[in-house]
T-cell receptor
Framework: DGGITQSPKYLFRKEGQNVTLSCEQNLNHDAMYWYRQDPGQGLRLIYYSQIVNDFQKGDIAEGYSVSREKKESFPLTVTSAQKNPTAFYLC???????????FGSGTQLSVL | SQQGEEDPQALSIQEGENATMNCSYKTSINNLQWYRQNSGRGLVHLILIRSNEREKHSGRLRVTLDTSKKSSSLLITASRAADTASYFCATLSAYGGSQGNLIFGKGTKLSVKP
């Protein structure tokens, strides 16, 4: 089955710790995205990538980092510089940039 | 900043009734997209409507776009309990550049009672 897989489903971060969220897709999509969703809010764009080895900051990139070494993979690292990391993180991909996004099932990140 | 804002914030209806959700935005758009999100899950794309289109259908879904009023509506006909979810509109600016990201509204929470 083609799809987009996020792991883990739940993740806990200690103070001062960096954590990495995984996102893998087998849809052969060029574009991939990371969004953050807070309760009762819409999605906010963290980073996006239109092609391998290239990525751009979104609206709330501070405290986050990404890499795009393979077409299938777009991991997100939440660094210790992100002071309010508790949120639901969603990865997405698409054939055409910013159109008809396919989403993963999300990772809920909480702070211990 | 440009943003789609859904109205109402919450909607509760009986199974079989129609559900209408609205989205308003501030600046010219390239396209407008509707997504559904079940609780604790990822979003699912429903319909994309471009700025030169006025209406699109997909099964029980009908989307209209009025660029003069900068608004869109999503109609779900003959609703089912399985339609219970949050519905988001997302707008893509016509201007690109730093404004060229897809902007999501806060969503309408739809509850369909059996």
């Amino acid at each position: 089955d083609g799809g987009i897989t996020q792991s883990p489903k739940y993740l806990f971060r200690k103070e001062g710790q960096n954590v990495t969220l995984s996102c893998e897709q087998n849809l052969n999509h060029d574009a991939m995205y990371w969004y953050r969703q807070d309760p009762g809010q819409g999605l906010r764009l963290i980073y996006y990538s239109q092609i391998v080895n290239d990525f751009q900051k979104g609206d709330i990139a501070e405290g986050y980092s990404v890499s795009r070494e393979k077409k299938e993979s777009f991991p997100l690292t939440v660094t210790s510089a992100q002071k309010n990391p508790t949120a639901f993180y969603l990865c997405a991909s698409s054939i055409s940039f910013h159109e008809k996004l396919f989403f993963g099932s999300g990772t809920q990140l909480s702070v211990l | 900043s440009q943003q789609g804002e859904e109205d109402p914030q919450a909607l509760s209806i009986q199974e079989g009734e129609n559900a209408t959700m609205n989205c308003s935005y501030k600046t010219s758009i390239n396209n407008l997209q509707w997504y559904r999100q079940n609780s604790g899950r990822g979003l699912v794309h429903l319909i994309l409507i471009r700025s030169n289109e006025r209406e699109k259908h997909s099964g029980r879904l009908r989307v209209t776009l009025d660029t003069s009023k900068k608004s869109s509506s999503l109609l779900i006909t003959a609703s089912r309990a399985a339609d219970t979810a949050s519905y988001f509109c997302a707008t893509l600016s016509a201007y690109g550049g730093s404004q060229g990201n897809l902007i999501f509204g806060k969503g309408t929470k739809l509850s369909v009672k059996p």
